[in-house]
């Protein structure tokens, strides 16, 4: 990579820090132990204090060499709550110590919540970590797949975190609710489920998978649409409400491209990633989602140690990462609907002869929820007649 393209590349924003590698529970559809990688099992359990001050440091350079106005810290895991509150107090004060002052930081932190208690929210209230919590639906959904090692369904135990969030006290701090689709599940019961619990907004994430390993439910005949059937039911739903009930990402983001807009969503649009990954051990990494690829495939063998994130900006994946529609397949490229639709989640284009060449295995899906979007906003997109730039 020479100085111009570094000077051009977009500097990270968000970084993801593992403070914890092991999880509580035992989900069966978890990018991180029930798919290709499985780096996890040689990595130390929790972010020592050394590889955590040198990762605020390395922030705090890539802060100061960019002129950064902000950044945000995902704190993650596994299970973030297991690194236990003083780990997570020790690295919010060695970010803040490290990263100049002129660049505001916005803590954020994904758990299973089963953990989630006052103390926690008490330190999380001093430090303005915002939460986020995973859940699939109510119990039978859920505990299809959120389940404990031993079996064991996991939403009783998750309900009291959201209670918790819910209440005066905490409101700020939550962030919303993660929720993996299930085609098992039915998509309406799902969301009025959730908005049971108030939630600011909903992340809905289709399950991982790819053209090597199709996702459960994916047909091969492209011409059936089960996860956009699935969307659409609560987009309408959601979008019919008398009031906006809560924020929805995936449905935002397509309205806003549609609009001429950005997405907040990786899984949609053109946006550049500006996202880094730091394991427990300090290696930097692209997403976690590429774990479902192959095993290494999220690696860029470079360390906090040893190697800056502009390092890492030059690490030719991430660079290829950055190049928009350039680095789309030729099918997309020629896709009416490229700039809305993006190719779709980098990792759901893998296919093992070819990479990441490739439309997302939910192209047809994808073709199909943006056109009943762009249908709904009345955009005249070019939306009638058969589905086509679906990739197959
Ligand atoms: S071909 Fe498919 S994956 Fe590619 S942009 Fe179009 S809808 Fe998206």
């Not at 907040?264 to 051990?281: M, N, P, R």
């Not at 991430?318 to 609907?337: K, T, Y």
């Amino acid at each position: 990579m020479t100085r111009g393209e570094l000077e051009e590349a977009t500097p990270f924003r968000q970084v993801l820090l593992k403070v914890h590698s092991r999880c509580n529970l035992s989900c069966d559809h978890c990018y991180m132990y029930e798919h290709a990688d499985q780096s996890w099992r040689h990595r130390p359990m929790v972010m020592s204090k050394r590889i955590i001050d040198t990762t605020a440091a390395r922030i705090g350079e890539h802060a100061e060499r960019h002129g950064l106005g902000a950044v945000v810290v995902i704190l993650h895991g596994g299970e973030p709550l297991l690194a236990g509150a003083h780990t997570i107090d020790y690295t919010v004060r060695a970010i803040r110590r490290a990263v100049p002052k002129t660049t505001a930081i916005r803590y954020g932190l994904q758990t299973n919540g089963l953990l989630l208690d006052a103390r926690f929210l008490d330190l999380f209230a001093q430090h303005g970590i915002e939460v986020g919590v995973s859940l699939d639906g109510d119990a039978e959904a859920n505990d299809r797949h959120r389940r404990y090692a031993d079996g064991r369904g996991s939403h009783t135990g998750v309900v009291p975190a959201l209670r918790l969030l819910q209440s005066q006290r905490y409101r700020h701090l939550y962030g919303g609710i993660l929720c993996t689709v299930d085609l098992y599940n039915d998509p309406v019961d799902v969301y009025e489920h959730l908005l049971g619990f108030e939630p600011p907004g909903i992340d809905l994430l289709l399950p991982h998978g790819n053209w090597t390993k199709p996702p459960p439910g994916r047909p091969d005949d492209q011409t059936q649409t089960p996860y956009a059937e699935w969307l659409i039911s609560v987009f309408d739903r959601w979008i019919n409400a008398p009031r906006r009930e809560t924020r929805i990402r995936l449905f935002e983001s397509i309205i806003s491209l549609l609009l001429g807009g950005r997405t907040t969503s990786e899984a949609v649009g053109l946006g550049k990633v500006d996202l880094i990954t730091i394991e427990t051990d300090g290696a930097i990494e692209q997403g976690d989602t590429l774990k479902t690829t192959a095993e290494g495939a999220a690696a860029t063998g470079l360390h906090v140690a040893r190697n800056s994130f502009d390092e890492a900006l030059a690490h030719p994946a991430i660079h290829g990462r950055q190049q928009g529609i350039a680095a789309l397949s030729e099918i997309c490229r020629r896709c009416p609907i490229v700039k809305i639709c993006g190719g779709g989640l980098y990792a759901h284009r893998y296919r093992v002869d070819n990479g990441f060449v490739n439309p997302t295995v939910y192209s047809a899906d994808m073709f199909r929820l943006i056109r009943h979007i762009a249908g709904r906003v009345a955009l005249g997109l070019p939306v009638k007649g058969p589905v086509r730039g679906t990739g197959v």
